[in-house]
């Protein structure tokens, strides 16, 4: 069983896709040992204590700079006995402390098709930039930000009359059927990654 802590910063929706999947799913392979949160009072940490799973907040705004900061979330997460890090809607630049503490072993989902709109804005960049095909990525995380290697993408199509919440929502109901299935690869030790490619053992979902 892999112990996973899953990082979040708003909704939750995400965690709560990976906690049904973890109870719904006795091959799942993952376990949600805790849950991080970078602020204090959101939904995602309602979602953890209905599920029975601890939760720490880890507040940015205490912290001197993004090294101090990401140091705490990866104490939190090794004290917890959590193996790998779980990005769900999580709105904080890890440093590269992080990514050496967990090589390989953090994950990311971003709500378009990488390289293209990384960042923050990504859904309503898309719009504005007239694409009519956007989706998701589920990715390893590396030093930059939306760059390490791409695990899995999911193409979603942009409608006439989308505003940015309709889209999203079209985005994350991919996202919800798709990161738990990632999470229980990276589980199952299937996720093999040679240089920017991430090849799947026993094939993609
Ligand atoms: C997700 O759509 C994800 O792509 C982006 O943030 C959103 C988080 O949603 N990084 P939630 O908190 O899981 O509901």
Redesign the pocket.
């Known amino acids: 069983m892999l112990p996973i802590a899953v990082l979040?910063?708003?909704?939750?929706?995400?965690?709560?896709?990976i906690l049904d999947a973890a109870a719904a799913d006795p091959e799942f392979g993952a376990e949600v040992a805790v849950v991080i949160s970078d602020r204090p009072t959101?939904?995602?940490l309602s979602r953890a204590e209905a599920a029975g799973i601890p939760s720490v907040v880890v507040d940015w705004s205490e912290y001197e700079d993004r090294d101090a900061f990401s140091a705490a979330v990866c104490d939190v997460a090794e004290d917890r006995g959590a193996e790998a890090l779980v990005?769900?809607?999580?709105?904080r630049i890890l440093a590269p402390v992080a990514i050496d503490r967990f090589p390989n072993r953090i994950i990311?989902?971003?709500?378009a098709l990488l390289p293209a709109f990384p960042g923050?804005h990504?859904?309503p960049q898309a719009l504005e930039h007239g694409v009519t095909v956007t989706g998701?990525t589920i990715h390893f995380v590396d030093e930059l930000v939306d760059n390490g290697p791409i695990i899995l993408q999911e193409p979603v199509p942009v409608l006439d009359g989308d505003d940015a919440g309709s889209l999203?929502v079209r985005?994350?109901a991919e996202?919800?059927r798709l990161y738990p299935e990632v999470v229980k690869a990276l589980a199952h030790g299937k996720l093999r990654v040679h240089g920017r490619r991430v090849l799947w053992e026993g094939g993609r979902p």
């Not at 979040?8 to 896709?17: D, M, R």
């Not at 990311?108 to 709500?111: K, Y």
């Open positions: 979040v910063s708003g909704s939750g929706s995400n965690l709560q896709a959101i939904k995602a990005l769900a809607g999580f709105m990311n989902t971003h709500p923050a990504a859904i998701l999203q985005i994350q996202e919800h």
